[in-house]
């Protein structure tokens, strides 16, 4: 838990930016967009262009779900290959960006709701790299990863975005990683170029229309809104992401959405900027 001291040290050691930083959703799909320069992942790489450069970037994968909170705090976090079946070429990657241990002591520091560990051994996740290097290709920017605590229930998660709003006034980009509708097993090879069952679209077009109505608590309790909701989201660990962005956005803060496209008729690439 901070007190006073810890805040003001975070208060000087971070200087405070002229605006928000904006806060990102990202969906990022196969692991193949980290390589190739498709509709999607030319888009991230244009988001970057529009938005201040970050002094850090503190990636919520959907890819490191831990037992109680996590974030990396080592110097140079390691590539993470955490995928099979797929070309050399994606396992040859490797995005050697900075770790910054200070800034995890610090965002540790100011979350008071739950302890967050700091961690040695992870590094950074397909859910990570495949997006941020498209984003920053220089590998300049220091990136952190924060894990998911399997645990918790979605509204701890969306409470605990809240705090790490300070962040955003420090040039930390905040960038969620997962999918809104993610479902594996029900993937069609047909419409992996594009394309979506009835059920995914209806349900994507739901989760638009609460984020664009800034409904987060339908979101929150998103078991209540049908069996759709159940198809897109069997496990949570891709939606969650979504709700730490929701969580860190304040007042009329502008929405726009981008990659809006369903692929492989169980999965879509559907992304939010907040700021």
């Known amino acids: 838990m901070a007190n006073l001291s810890d805040l003001k040290r975070i208060a000087d050691t971070l200087p405070e930016q002229e605006r ?28 970057a262009k529009n938005i201040p450069q970050p002094k850090a970037v503190l990636v919520i994968s959907a890819h490191w779900f831990t037992r109680g909170t996590l974030i990396t705090a080592m110097d140079f976090p390691p590539t993470i290959h955490d995928f099979g079946g797929f070309p050399q070429a994606l396992f040859d990657v490797e995005y050697p960006a900075p770790g910054d241990p200070k800034l995890a002591v610090d965002v540790a520091a100011i979350v008071k709701g739950t302890e967050i560990g700091l961690d040695h051994d992870w590094g950074l996740d397909h859910g990570a790299w495949t997006v941020v290097r498209h984003m920053y290709p220089d590998a300049r920017i220091p990136v952190l990863q924060l894990s998911m605590d399997y645990t918790k229930q979605a509204r701890y998660h969306y409470e605990l975005a809240a705090e790490l709003y300070a962040l955003r006034k420090k040039g930390v980009l905040i960038l969620g990683s997962g999918n809104m509708v993610h479902n594996l097993r029900m993937m069609s090879w047909e419409m992996i170029g594009g394309g979506g069952y009835d059920w995914a679209l209806d349900i994507n077009d739901k989760f638009k229309s609460l984020i664009l109505h800034d409904d987060h608590q339908s979101l929150i309790a998103y078991q209540t809104l049908g069996k759709e909701a159940m198809l897109a989201i069997p496990t949570p660990e891709h939606y969650l992401p979504l709700l730490y962005t929701l969580g860190l956005k304040k007042g009329t803060e502008e929405v726009l959405l981008f990659n809006d496209k369903a692929v492989g008729g169980s999965l879509t690439m559907t992304s939010i900027r907040i700021g």
């Open 20 to 47: 928000l930083m904006p806060v990102l959703f990202i969906g990022h799909g196969s692991p193949m967009n980290g390589i190739e320069d498709n509709e999607f992942s030319l888009k991230w790489a244009e988001m």
